[in-house]
C-alpha cells in the first residue's frame, strides 16, 4: 500500500521557520519526481514546489520562492521542505504528493494526510 506520512508542522510566528518532513513507504520513492501541495480552508489546491526523481534543482511558486527550499534524501525514502521567513498567508494544510507537479496537484489520491503549519503572532 502506498503510504505518505508528513511531519514537521506546527504554529510558528511570521518570520519563523519550519523544516517538513515526509517518508514514503509501499513504493519505489526514487523513481518518483515528488511534489508539495498546500491547501488553506475552503480554498483549491496550491502547488508549492517539485523535484525530480534524483534529487537536485526543485521548482517553486512565485509566493514561496526564496523562502522555500526542498530537497530529498532518496536512501530515507524522504522528501524535505525547509520553510524560512514564513508569512501568515502559508498557513495551510500541506501535503507532500507523489509525482510532479502537474501529475500530482490535481490527484489527491497521491497526496499524504498533510501536516498543519499556522503562522500567527
Known amino acids: 500500500e502506498v503510504q505518505l506520512v508528513e511531519s514537521g508542522g506546527g504554529i510558528v510566528q511570521p518570520g519563523g521557520p519550519l523544516r517538513l518532513s515526509c517518508t514514503g513507504s509501499?513504493?519505489?520513492?526514487?523513481?518518483?519526481?515528488m511534489t508539495w501541495v498546500r491547501q488553506a480552508p475552503g480554498k483549491g489546491p496550491e502547488w508549492v514546489s517539485s523535484?525530480?526523481?534524483?534529487?537536485?534543482?526543485?521548482s517553486y511558486a512565485d509566493s514561496v520562492k526564496g523562502r522555500f527550499t526542498i530537497s530529498r534524501d532518496n536512501n530515507k525514502n524522504t522528501l524535505y521542505l525547509q520553510m524560512n521567513n514564513l508569512k501568515p498567508e502559508d498557513t495551510a494544510l500541506y501535503h507532500c504528493a507523489r509525482g510532479g507537479r502537474w501529475v500530482a496537484v490535481p490527484d489527491r489520491r497521491e497526496w499524504g494526510q498533510g501536516t498543519q503549519v499556522t503562522v500567527s503572532s
Open positions: 509501499g513504493f519505489t520513492f526514487a523513481y518518483y519526481d
Open positions: 523535484i525530480p526523481s534524483g534529487g537536485g534543482r526543485g
